[in-house]
């Protein structure tokens, strides 16, 4: 079975803060995403990574960045956290980009709650 | 550009009732990949199907159905003789990179299936 965790299931945070989101994943895993979902807009790309210190953004990368030193696990930085980063935080994992059979796995999910 | 469009925002049935949660995709590529997700209370989303463009067979697993159907661009998922554990939003979501989920999904707003006893 895939197994990916996230570092924390629930956060809270100050304004300004810098924070750390980290995922890790256990099946040798080529590419691995990290999702924002809010209610009424459902889940979106933020950034995303296809092998070790490279990343490519998503839809909304701004006020964030990513590090990916290792192909297990893959952080999400708030270099500065703002109340409009609320949210809940999912990371993916997928096998290989030239699969035709692949498929994203998801992790627990990180409640991030900036005050 | 991509988009998939969830119009069923929250459906609310009797436990053993059928349902069908609708899914609506745009996409200008001729191949493509959609998926079903579920997501129950504890958060984590559940991977529960994935169909390419080229295959066009409806599938069956248990009480899940899809029903895909590329002249409509239509992705549907039925449960049924639905259970209190049904009960989750499920999302529909697209990829239009060769290698399926290797890039990032779409998804559509989610439906938030409610099962009532």
């Known amino acids: 079975d895939v197994k990916v965790t996230q570092s924390s299931r629930y956060l809270v945070k100050r304004t300004g803060e810098k924070v750390f989101l980290e995922c890790v994943q256990d099946m040798d895993h080529e590419n691995m995403f990290w999702y924002r979902q809010d209610p009424g807009l459902g889940l979106r790309l933020i950034y995303f990574s296809y092998d070790v210190k490279m990343k490519e953004k998503g839809d909304i990368p701004e006020g964030y960045s990513v590090s990916r030193e290792k192909k297990e696990r893959f952080s999400l930085i708030l270099e500065s956290a703002s109340t409009n980063q609320t949210s809940m935080y999912l990371c993916?994992?997928?096998?290989?980009?030239?699969?035709?059979?692949?498929?994203?796995?998801f992790g627990p999910g990180t409640r991030l709650t900036v005050l | 550009a991509q988009k998939v469009t969830q119009a069923q925002t929250e459906i609310s049935v009797v436990e053993k009732e059928d349902v069908t949660l609708d899914c609506v995709y745009e996409?200008?590529?001729?191949?493509?990949?959609l998926f079903w997700y579920k997501q129950p209370p504890s958060g984590e989303l559940v991977f529960l199907i994935r169909r390419n463009s080229f295959d066009e067979q409806n599938e069956i697993s248990g009480r899940y159905s899809w029903n895909f159907q590329k002249s409509t661009s239509s992705f549907n998922f039925t449960i049924t003789a639905s259970q209190v554990v049904d009960s989750a939003v499920y999302f529909c979501?697209?990829?239009?990179?060769?290698?399926?989920?290797?890039?990032?999904?779409?998804f559509g707003k989610g439906t938030h299936l409610i099962i009532q006893p």
């Open positions: 993916a994992s997928s096998l290989n980009r030239d699969s035709r059979t692949d498929t994203q796995y």
């Open positions: 996409t200008r590529d001729t191949t493509y990949y």
């Open positions: 979501a697209l990829s239009e990179a060769p290698g399926g989920g290797a890039d990032g999904l779409t």
